[in-house]
């Protein structure tokens, strides 16, 4: 394998990760990145929060600036690959040139799902993925401009934090009946919209847009019960949907992303996948589940990278993610579709830690809410499917290490 050439195409957080896993596992031959942003790797979570709440000082770069070339990493940035053909094993990139590989990563991520009512208005219309996209909000952001926020998902509620912390009065406005769905019990997302409405934000659920225009200066938009909200700018964020169109023509399987095993495989043996793009096959649920976090994207990464190599992973701990958002900093692991929740303290006065339980007691989703230290314990807890009696997780008197070590 050391005279062989790995690419990778995206430069993201799967891509960079999976590039210096290779050299870190002493991986000595070829490592191609490309890129078709033209940005060396960077990571997103910043995006909707630091780069727009500091953005003098806040970082992002996923690697410092000469590690590439000390690592003899190809980059190969601002330019996108066009073509993919499995069988000869050669990616084609928009520039004309052709790179024959041993063993291909697709870390293509996702691209934001448009809305085309809200993108046909023209201008003042915003998403966010990128760094450009962060950096053209920057003056939509500001004090006493009208903002309205379409979809209440974990990034439009990032963003209405840090639209309210730069002065900027924010309506939100969501289809569903409750905030965050997909990814938080109902529990914690209403009381997030507690939170965000003590800080002035006004927020429409369960409104579903009937239409969109323009008038003269403003943006309106009409809800379906008839509301009329009018602002200066629309930003909306409604999901993404994994970017497999070079997989899907190359005839790889795709199954709402590229379809990997628990190697990160794809339906081609030497072709891998990871990050957002990748809907993996889980063992549990009996179904390929896509994830769209930053620790996904890593993990996945290290996975493909040493599967390449024969080199064996150790097995994933319960599946984590963050947000940031009113101050508070919020972890979660497991699943976040537990049937009952419990609370250690008091939402209302965090630090507090929610636990999940399934239908038979046994713990499988735990959210920290200030006090992402116990999210080691919980994850480990979780790992075991441990059955705690409910008065002692819910007792803040308990330490959690102690517990995990009981169960270790
Ligand atoms: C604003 C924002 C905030 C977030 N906050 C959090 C958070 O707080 N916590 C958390 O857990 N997760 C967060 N995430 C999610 C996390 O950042 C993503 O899950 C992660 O970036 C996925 O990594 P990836 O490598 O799969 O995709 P990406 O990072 O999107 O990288 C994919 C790259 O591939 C490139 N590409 C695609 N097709 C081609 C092609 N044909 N040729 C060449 N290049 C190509 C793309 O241009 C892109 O640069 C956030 C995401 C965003 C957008």
């Given at each position: 394998m050391n005279a062989s050439t790995i690419v990778i195409v995206g430069a993201g957080q799967a891509g960079a990760l999976a590039a210096a896993e290779l050299r870190q596992q002493g991986y000595a031959g070829r490592v191609v990145l490309i890129g078709?942003?033209?940005?060396a790797p960077y990571e997103?979570?910043?995006?909707?929060k630091d780069l727009l709440l500091q953005p003098q000082t806040a970082r992002c770069a996923i690697?410092?600036?000469?590690y590439y070339a000390e690592h003899n990493i190809e980059l190969k940035l601002g330019?996108?690959?066009?073509?993919?053909d499995a069988q000869a094993r050669v990616v084609v990139l928009a520039n004309g040139e052709s790179i024959a590989f041993d063993a291909l990563l697709l870390a293509t991520g996702a691209r934001v799902r448009r809305l085309p009512m809200l993108d046909?208005?023209?201008?003042?219309v915003y998403t966010l993925r990128t760094l450009e996209d962060a950096q053209r909000l920057l003056p939509v952001l500001e004090p006493s401009k009208r903002v309205l926020l379409v979809g209440a998902g974990v990034i439009g509620l990032e963003l209405a934090s840090s639209a309210v912390d730069l002065g900027a009065q924010v309506t939100v406005i969501e289809q569903?009946?409750?905030?965050?769905a997909r990814c938080a019990p109902p529990l914690l997302a209403g009381h997030l919209c507690n939170v965000h409405r003590a800080r002035g934000v006004r927020l429409h659920l369960g409104s579903p847009l009937a239409s969109a225009a323009r008038e003269n200066s403003e943006l309106v938009l009409t809800l379906e019960d008839g509301t009329r909200i009018t602002g200066d700018a629309v930003i909306y964020g409604i999901g993404v949907e994994p970017e497999t169109t070079l997989a899907q023509a190359a005839g790889l399987r795709v199954d709402n992303g590229i379809a990997i095993d628990a190697q990160c495989r794809?339906?081609?043996?030497?072709i891998y996948a990871a990050g957002d793009a990748a809907s993996q096959w889980d063992e549990a649920s009996g179904r390929h589940q896509r994830r769209e976090t930053w620790e996904n994207a890593n993990r996945q990464a290290q996975t493909a990278a040493r599967a390449m190599l024969g080199v064996e992973t150790e097995a994933w701990e319960a599946a984590w993610f963050w947000t940031d958002q009113c101050g508070l900093n919020i972890q979660f692991a497991g699943d976040?579709?537990?049937p009952e929740w419990l609370v250690r303290g008091s939402l209302e006065a965090p630090p507090c830690v929610l636990f999940g339980l399934d239908g038979e007691g046994a713990l499988v989703g735990a959210i920290t809410v200030n006090q992402g230290r116990d999210m080691r314990s919980a994850k480990a807890l979780i790992g075991k499917r441990a059955r705690i009696a409910r008065e002692t997780l819910a007792?803040?008197?308990?330490n959690l290490r102690n517990l995990a070590r009981e169960f270790a």
């Open positions: 078709e942003e033209t940005h997103r979570p910043p995006l909707s690697h410092g600036e000469g330019v996108a690959v066009t073509a993919l046909a208005l023209g201008e003042r569903a009946p409750r905030a965050m794809t339906s081609h043996m030497h976040m579709a537990a007792d803040p008197a308990q």
